[in-house]
């Protein structure tokens, strides 16, 4: 399970860091001003602030496993709206959009363990899960930079992974039926 998963939950970081990370270029082929894009970054804190909030009041109700179809939907649709459009009024949209995937991911992959392995080795599937993606995270940046510089233009990959995006949901609602079933015996 924790091989299935993994590809999905490092969407959100992965995307982000890469995204972030080559901001300039996504401002300067959008014709963007770099002092919009950046006056926008408080609404992805404000955003990420309030989807942690209201998402750990769903999980504490319903679970994870619940949320775990759904956190990456918004971040995919802002990906599409900033890749289809060069109109500024994206920039927002997608900060806020961005926010809401970053804060759910937070809360949802964080209670996603324990209710699927309980708490007897939550620290070491933790500190597993950290180390993968901070590797992903720095490995994001170096590839879209490079697939910028082979002539896939930045956005053609927002639009490959927002469709990216779109499986890992699928594929995570396809699983979860079955998550919770199938817990190991150590976590009941």
């Known amino acids: 399970r924790f091989y299935k998963l993994m590809p999905g939950l490092l969407a959100s970081p992965f995307i982000i860091t890469g995204v972030l990370f080559h901001q300039v270029h996504l401002v300067e082929k959008k014709s963007w001003s770099l002092a919009m894009f950046a006056s926008c970054y408080p609404l992805f804190a404000i955003s990420a602030t309030g989807i942690t909030l209201l998402v750990g009041w769903i999980v504490d109700r319903f679970g994870s496993v619940y949320l ?31 926010g809401a995937s970053s804060g759910a991911a937070n809360i949802v992959i964080s209670a996603l363990w324990v209710e699927l392995y309980g708490t007897e080795h939550l620290g070491s599937i933790r500190s597993m899960c950290f180390a993968i993606l ?14 910028i510089d082979i002539g896939i233009t930045i956005e053609i990959q927002l639009v490959i992974l927002a469709v990216y995006i779109f499986i890992c949901s699928i594929s995570f609602a396809v699983i979860t039926p079955n998550l919770l079933e199938a817990k190991s015996p150590s976590s009941l």
């Open 134 to 147: 901070v590797l992903s995270t720095s490995i994001s940046p170096s590839l879209i930079g490079l697939l």
């Open 68 to 98: 775990l179809k759904f956190y990456l939907l918004p971040l995919g649709f802002g990906l599409l709206i900033v890749a289809i459009t060069n109109n500024s009024f994206a920039v927002p949209i997608f900060m806020i959009l961005m």
